[in-house]
């Protein structure tokens, strides 16, 4: 059990992010009060139903009043209207931060609002799945992973160390950034994978020749692994795309250039390009495996649980 | 133990796919002698000392004389000269299939000289990992997996139906279907995927602005899922691509036209059609856990894995 960082803690917005700060900090016994703000009366009865804080609020001013650290969880689109009602309600010296996919446009949205008596440290824990809700979270959602700070240059450093530590102690590593580098790293690892696997998905679906059945039955083939980030919150997404459109258009741009040589490989049948640029993929996965970012198993370490589950079926049938 | 189908089988190439059904074969009993060619001698001697076969031919004549069932498991680009090689040593009444991912193609390269005593009955198991090679396999791979077989009209339905009771022995269910078809569903749910993959890697690995270890730092976001795919191995995907190149460029002209329309809402601020495009997405990867061909666990069920691995460094750490 680490020492108490933040003896109250405010989130705003209570979905997967929200959840699995909420369950973590308590866990590591971080923050003495959790109190939570959700604009939905029944998400927020959800998280009183799963015990996520102490205290709950439809009154965003309730929740951040006397809050340490403010941390907003909700979809990066709405969080100039939160800074706006919640500015004239901080305590002095409170941390305010988000988990936004999106940094520069945060920075846009509230630190015009947000008084000088607070620190305001942007923040996006590089942490997910696939499923949103406060029924998502799990208190191991930042182990081993990154977050990223973009505070400005300005900000209170011993603020920052703190937050830092907040961080750490739920499991993450930090890292310092500069708002727009952020975006335009998180444009290539984050958003344009999750354009491309929406789109593709998008694309089977509307396709006349072959079934959506035809589709699904034979998924393990590759396409499965798209419907998985294909499958994340429209809500989160849209904003992110809306919120982050230089960085976003500049890597598609680039994505489909490439595409577009890798057609014309195919069209005339260049199998030396082919089998270059299917060879110098390869090196990519082991580099992530070896820094902690991807497990080692095949497949996801898939088929293993697949295969016990099945193991049992098949043995019947025989 | 299902009783013997073929007193022997010969495997033709010996990576992932010929040593998992090597293994397969022979803790279900369904063959008795497993003999093995491959055109590497390492990689043959290799197979010995994981004692895939029976035994072990670096002369293809000498393995496949006297084999009732022979299954081609090699890249696409070579069957031509593999039925050339076979096509007057192969023993009245044999059935001889493969494992290729383009069906179109593998009958025109082997139907023409594959005698008349001879059943040639084209096959494709829809599963795999991103590893290769006789280390690569594993008993388990087709359990709950789909079949495609593609046999000729002409074709003898018993001989059908004893190489469906092989592949059904082995774990899978198995389908019926046009060779052409095939190739139409598999641009889709395999090749066009695998492409996706690969390009992104590559525009990933190529860019100056984010340098390559941030990329990796930070792949948790969405990049690593597309790792996988563009992992797996590059003469295989070579030859996919130059034998089912009319399927795969038709598959990847609609995706194209796709992604350009998403493009023009990303840089119009169109919220509407992203979140449309978004929210219909999320339902395909639900019916694809109920058909049986994906797990239910989030994040394939990797932050399991991951969290019990990282939990202890963390422990330490605190």
Redesign the interface.
Known sequence: M?DCLFPRMALIGIGLLGSSIALAARQ?GVVEHIAIHTRSADTLARAQDLGLGDSYHQDIIACVREADLVIVCTPVGVCEAIAKSIADHLKDGAIVTDVG?VKGSIVKQMAPYLPEHVHFIPGHP??????SGPD?G?A??F????C?LTPADSVDRDAVSRLQAFWE?L?SNV?LMDANHHD???A????????????????????E??R?S???????????????????D??M???V??HN?EA??E??G???E???A??RA??W?D?DA??E??????S?????ID?????E???????I???E???Q??QT??
Do not use: C
């Open positions: 680490a590591h996919s590089i942490a997910g799945t696939e499923n998502a799990f191991e959602l182990i081993g992973r990154w990223i102690i499991g890292e335009q790293v998180l290539i690892t984050s958003h344009l994978p999750h354009l491309i696997a929406y789109n593709i998905v998008g694309t089977a679906s509307d396709l020749m072959v959506n035809e589709v699904i039955k034979y998924s393990a083939g590759g396409f499965r692994d798209f419907t998985r980030l294909a499958a994340s429209p809500t997404w849209r904003d795309f809306l459109k976003a258009l890597m598609l680039r994505f489909t490439d595409l577009t890798l057609q195919i069209r049948g199998g082919l089998f640029l299917f060879s110098r993929t390869r990519i996965r082991r580099s992530i820094a902690g970012q991807e497990i198993a095949p497949d996801f370490g898939r088929h649980n697949e295969a589950g099945e193991a079926k098949s049938r025989l």
